[in-house]
């Protein structure tokens, strides 16, 4: 009479380990697509909430806010610095989101960067935040405690397709009401610097014309973009992120996720690239978040996502979309994307 086996072999224990590793490999891309999925979805409704703020705040005010400003801006001067920065459209939309306590945190009466605004500009808020991108932890930091601790974003405001500040005598330069380029319907977005539009001034559709859009945080410390209490060109604004035939050569950034080389205009390129060490410039082209080197001032910078082939954007209506990577973009105005850019440059689209 045989006694019964009391365990499994080897060759058996082998087979259902190999069978596990095996269901375990099925199911990991599932598992992932349905946790990218519930990340979109959290990304879409941080994007819808932000959208019906605003709105909200141009029924309050009449007009949506600024997406920075500057109140000591000087005409001619590019408007790159923090050191002279006043409340940008987050902080300034915060008591529309539910965050009241938190606007009453800051210091209005200083620069945001100052010291006094250190703790504010450095909360993290959820609403501010898409679960797809990562390095949300990393805060920015240009040199120190005092002028760092800014927290991260992923979400901007079209402000212009023409760079950030500049000469009176450049037709791309925005940087008020009475600049060239926010006069020029060909480059006027919906929230510039010092200057924003009401509704009755989207004259191309508040169903056709983009509000906000997601940019991507910064690699490390060193990196402002997706900085959402600073001001400027990818920390909380998108600028030239279009047609880019122009009186200067800036960042080719032209629609979403676009991959040029130096691509965002941004006075710290050389310190974020340094600030990896060697190959820091192969870590930025392979994330495709590249900068441009010789740039002075943050003139310029395009929509991001880690979302796999494209963005998304709030229309002024309050409806969020997703664009894809290859929506039209020329070098001349106008493509499909332009049409978007723009709020005022008489095509319905």
């Known amino acids: ?103 009453d945190q800051f210091n209005l009466s200083q620069n945001i960067s100052d010291a006094s605004n250190v703790l504010a500009r450095g909360v993290a808020l959820e609403m501010m935040t898409c679960p797809s991108d990562t390095g949300h932890y990393v805060k920015h930091h240009r040199w120190n405690w005092t002028s760092g601790n800014w927290a991260r974003g992923n979400y901007a405001a079209n402000a212009a397709n023409g760079h950030l500040g500049g000469q009176a005598t450049d037709p791309e330069a925005v940087y008020g009401a009475d600049s060239p380029g926010w006069k020029d319907p060909l480059r006027r977005g919906v929230m510039g610097p010092n200057v924003a539009v009401s509704l009755k001034q989207i004259r191309d559709g508040t169903s056709h014309t983009i509000l ?52 965002d205009d941004l006075s710290d390129c050389l310190s974020i690239i340094t600030d990896f060490g060697p190959g820091g410039a192969a870590i930025l082209a392979n994330e495709k978040m590249t900068c441009r080197v010789n740039r002075g001032q943050y003139g310029q910078a395009g929509t991001r996502s880690r979302h796999l082939g494209g963005v998304y954007v709030a229309f002024v209506d309050g409806s969020v979309h997703f664009i894809a990577d290859d929506i039209e973009t020329t070098a001349h105005c106008c493509s499909a994307w332009d049409r978007l850019i723009l709020s005022n440059d008489g095509s319905i689209h």
């Open 1 to 103: 009479m045989s006694r019964p086996r009391s365990a499994f072999t080897l060759v058996e224990l082998l087979i259902v380990v190999a069978i596990i590793a095996i269901l375990i490999a099925l199911l990991l891309p599932a598992v992932q697509a349905a946790r990218e999925a519930a990340r979109r979805i959290q990304c879409n409704n941080n994007m819808k909430q932000l959208a019906l703020g605003l709105l909200n705040y141009h029924d309050t005010v009449g007009q949506f806010p600024p997406s920075g400003q500057w109140p000591r801006y000087v005409q001619g001067k590019h408007l790159h610095s923090t050191n002279e920065i006043g409340p940008n459209w987050v902080i300034s939309v915060l008591p529309w989101i539910e965050q009241q306590a938190l606007f």
């Open 212 to 263: 906000l859009a997601e940019v991507r945080v910064g690699l490390n410390r060193r990196d402002p973009r997706g900085t959402w209490a600073m001001s400027g060109a990818g920390s909380s604004a998108l600028y030239w992120h279009g047609w880019h035939t122009g009186q200067y050569s800036f960042g080719p950034a032209n629609g979403p996720n676009d991959p040029s080389p130096e691509s």
